[in-house]
């Protein structure tokens, strides 16, 4: 009986709720735009749009407006809501014009008619009356013709748009031309403002970006529209919606696009009568049974690009400036930039075409842009080009794999391919090695992405997983610890923690810097003690550079006081070189003031670990950080860590370039350089625990993020006494070719109804070589490791509406090299020893260009330029090294 008399109350709550909602609609207070009964609103109409660089005026900027009178009056309402009507608008005297004033040379429409730019058939569409339905200020549904162009059906929801709001301050979630976006209402008695949230907005068009977001792009947007209202409905609309995109590492480099529309009423007159119905759906059909409810979001809009080269005709525009002797100019990337952008339209077939094309000297770049256009025509083209299984094949296969590693926005299908590779036969040991460091980089870019679970990403983590200890050969559980260190999987640390205290020197080395990649967080209590054992020797000797990698990891990795105090306590006790080289590690990072320098100077205030005993050793191992350039957008810093044998020999020489913007950091550049056991070559004792050691020297390369297969110089007794006397002097090349740095596509959806499409791409000619040079006669080695470099990044942002296209591009390039050489004299001890790392004079340029042209071929262009060039220098380094240079180099010292 209670639950009876409960529920009989709810009811009665429930239906006098309904019926307050019904005398609330019905007469009573409007909750967005009301029209009256056989009343004709004549309004103006205009939209414009403006695309110029970020810091360019209106009257500067390229674009148009159209501008139209729109009548617009109530067909239908809800007999039982005031507040739900079918609203019909018909536009007429549509105009297309500039959107600023240009001379007559300046002005693409010049001579033409709204009717010859549209055609007939688009201007008599675009006048064409259509429906919206809005119920509670909220559109419905949007009525016109399937059979209508896109870009028609577009201009009219965005002028739809404008008839849409609410009459209570809030937040909501709408759905409009824009797509599904959150928007906030402020609202007065006579006065609505609406901002439009576009970060939240969702469409159907999806883009990309560079997963890096130091090279990436940032988007600003705003969208505001202003009602003023009089008796119930619309007496102007005005809304202003800005994008603008700066590209992070260089935020001069920005493109924006400006969109306006403006809804202002003329007049009233007697109107139509309200038609008789039901429902929408009725009356819509009574008007005309084509009409149709077409969706209130944009459509998409293709377009086709009339006159444009195809891809072969591109190409043989470009392959001049692709060959490998103007690798270091701006023209190769820019060249390289403009190949991808077409690839990524072109069939497998069209760039077949263009790999079959090519010389043998530049088909390696044309290797690198079609593995970087990411399409599946372009991997496709890639897959039937290759043949993995031809020992012959290295260098393409190579360039191919590496532009994997790099690529901007990789895809499950890219990884699946190197799987396949991985499966079948491959010629050359040293191609499935790097597939496999490869796969490693591609987990982890895709795990970025949320795709760590996929069934293709799960299958390549169970492989390098459980790769290092699925075989006994050497080069194989390297090379699975290296695909490890490219996927930084929180899942291989344990791995490391284990490999970090193996018999062998290379795995040690790769494991301590694979850890060193991980965030502190994960640094578990395990991992600590472990790094801590190797560095203090507590179970076993280690080599000296493994020990300086361990001290590497517990410095970067949050140290506590006790882990430092034991550090400072160790000096003294340590091998020559390996004493000088932690005192200057420990010296370099108070100076520079990393992490680590709080807890260094706490500990340091114990005079038993800071004291002139320990911090008075001599050597001429060295570890030294700086800045390479600062700036408001990024900051980019350098550290060279250099660790010799006590006998003078090179044992580690280790660059790193760090790139950080925002709050994000980029691996930009690691060299290392190692060389071990060359003690007999000068009678010279080994230092403790290198007394065996297998005469070897190599090289490593990190580069962006990505670890590559490292390359050896000799490898045993007597493979260096060979390479000795054959040494030319000539450095060898360790990594070559061209790098997609930057990689932004996106389709902005303007409230208008009109599309903009930003693509910005940066594009990196790279060459990286290293040597090293032994003088038995002069006792004296060198080793060197040379930079050479050119980088373009383009923004582009586009307005096309097939008849008309407006579009402006900002860009900037530059070129530069950076040496790093170091001289070792060890006729005498302390040997001496001479570190350069020199950058030459490279010019920065900037461009400016705006185009406009019509569908018949007409076009406009301009462009604006300017240059600067920034002096070369040698970065500075600790004074130490500064007077070592000058006996080496000053025979009168």
């Not at 559980?477 to 899942?491: G, H, I």
């Not at 994960?522 to 472990?530: A, F, I, R």
């Amino acid at each position: 009986m209670q639950l009876l008399r409960g529920g009989n109350m709810l009811a009665t709550a429930v239906f006098l709720l309904g019926a307050a909602s019904c005398v609330a609609a019905k007469g009573g207070a409007a909750t967005g735009p009301r029209l009256n009964n056989n009343q004709l609103y004549k309004f103006s109409y205009t939209t414009e749009v403006l695309v110029d660089s970020a810091w360019g005026s209106k009257k500067g900027s390229s674009g148009y407006k159209i501008s139209s009178d729109v009548a617009v009056n109530l067909v239908w309402r809800d007999p039982s809501n005031d507040d739900e009507q079918l609203i019909q608008l018909s536009i007429s005297n549509v105009k297309v014009d500039p959107a600023s004033s240009l001379s007559e040379k300046s002005n693409v429409l010049h001579g033409a008619t709204t009717e010859s730019l549209l055609g007939k058939s688009r201007l008599a569409a675009l006048t064409k009356p259509f429906f919206v339905h809005l119920k509670n200020g909220k559109t419905k549904a949007f009525y016109s013709y399937w059979a209508e162009p896109a870009l028609i059906k577009n201009l009219k929801r965005g002028m739809a748009s404008l008839l849409q709001f609410q009459r209570h301050t809030g937040k909501v979630i709408e759905n409009d031309v824009s797509g599904r976006c959150t928007v906030d209402y402020k609202t007065t008695a006579d006065e609505v403002t609406r901002t439009k949230i576009l970060e939240s907005c969702r469409t159907p068009e999806h883009g990309f970006t560079t997963h890096s977001q130091v090279l990436g792009v940032t988007r600003k947007s705003s969208s505001v529209t202003v009602f003023k209202l009089e008796d119930g409905f619309i007496r102007s609309a005005v809304s202003e919606e800005t994008h603008l995109l700066s590209v992070n590492t260089h935020r001069a480099t920005a493109a924006k696009v400006v969109s306006r529309q403006a809804l202002t009423l003329r007049g009233t007159e007697a109107g139509p009568l309200e038609a008789a119905g039901k429902d929408v759906a009725g009356v819509v059909k009574s008007i005309d049974e084509k009409l149709a409810a077409v969706g209130v979001v944009a459509e998409k809009v293709t377009t086709q690009c009339k006159g444009c080269p195809s891809l072969f005709q591109l190409w043989q525009s470009q392959q001049r400036h692709l060959e490998p002797v103007g690798l270091s100019k701006a023209t190769a990337p820019r060249s390289f930039l403009a190949l991808i952008q077409n690839i990524r339209k072109a069939s497998k077939s069209e760039i077949l075409k263009v790999l079959k094309s090519a010389s043998k000297t530049t088909l390696p770049q044309v290797v690198d842009a079609v593995t970087s256009s990411q399409t599946e025509a372009s991997l496709d083209a890639m897959l039937a080009f290759l043949n993995f299984t031809d020992a012959n094949g290295l260098v393409l296969q190579e360039r191919f794999l590496y532009a994997c590693g790099f690529a901007s926005h990789p895809n499950e299908r890219m990884l699946q391919a190197l799987m396949d590779i991985y499966k079948g036969k491959i010629g050359s040991n040293d191609i499935k090695e790097s597939v496999v460091i490869i796969m490693g980089a591609l987990v982890h870019k895709l795990c970025l992405k949320g795709g760590c679970s996929s069934p293709i990403v799960t299958q390549v983590k169970e492989l390098i997983l459980h790769g290092p200890d699925s075989t006994q050969e050497e080069s194989e559980v390297q090379m699975y610890l290296l695909a490890l260190k490219n996927s930084l999987l929180p899942e291989a640390i344990p791995i490391f923690t284990k490999y970090a205290e193996s018999e062998v020197g290379a795995f040690n080395t790769i494991a301590l810097t694979a850890l060193q990649r991980y965030d502190t967080s994960l640094m578990t209590d395990e991992v600590k003690q472990t790094v801590n054992r190797i560095y203090h020797q507590n179970r076993r000797i280690y080599e000296k550079n493994v020990r300086a990698a361990a001290a590497d990891v517990i410095l970067s990795s949050n140290p506590s006081y006790v882990e430092v105090k034991n550090l400072l306590l160790s000096i003294g006790n340590l091998p020559h070189e390996m004493n000088k080289y932690m005192l200057s590690k420990i010296q370099d990072i108070i100076r520079f003031q990393m992490p680590a320098s709080k807890v260094l100077k706490r500990a340091m205030k114990d005079l038993i670990a800071h004291n002139y005993d320990r911090f008075s050793k001599v050597g001429s191992s060295s570890s030294y950080s700086g800045f390479m350039a600062q700036s408001a957008d990024v900051s980019s810093t350098y550290s060279l860590d250099i660790l010799y044998s006590g006998s003078g020999i090179l044992r580690r020489s280790n660059m790193n370039i760090y790139g950080a913007s925002k709050g994000a950091t980029l691996h930009g550049l690691q060299v290392a350089i190692e060389a071990q056991g060359l003690e007999s070559l000068i009678a010279a004792t080994p230092d403790e625990g290198e007394e065996d050691l297998e005469s070897f020297a190599g090289m490593s390369a990190l580069l962006f993020d990505v670890q590559l297969r490292p390359v050896t110089f000799f490898k045993g007794y007597s493979d260096l006494m060979s390479k000795m006397f054959s040494m030319t002097g000539e450095p060898m090349n360790v990594v070559k070719g061209l790098i997609l740095l930057t990689d932004h596509s996106e389709v902005l959806q303007l409230q208008s109804g009109l599309k903009a499409s930003a693509e910005f791409q940066g594009g990196l000619a790279i060459d990286i070589s290293g040597g090293m040079e032994i003088s038995l006669w002069y006792r004296e080695s060198k080793t060197s490791v040379n930079n050479r470099g050119a980088l373009v990044v383009t923004g582009n942002v586009t307005v096309d509406m097939d008849f008309l296209r407006t579009s402006v591009e900002v860009s900037f390039q530059t070129e530069s090299s950076l040496d790093f050489i170091t001289t070792v004299q060890f006729s005498e001890y302390p040997f001496l020893v001479c570190m350069q790392m020199d950058k030459s004079t490279f010019p920065i340029s900037e461009y400016v260009s705006k185009y406009d042209s019509l569908a018949s071929g007409k076009n406009v262009a301009s462009r604006k330029s300017r240059k600067q060039h920034i002096p070369g220098s040698e970065f500075p380094l600790h004074q130490e090294n500064s007077n070592m240079c000058k006996r080496v180099f000053d025979s009168s010292w």
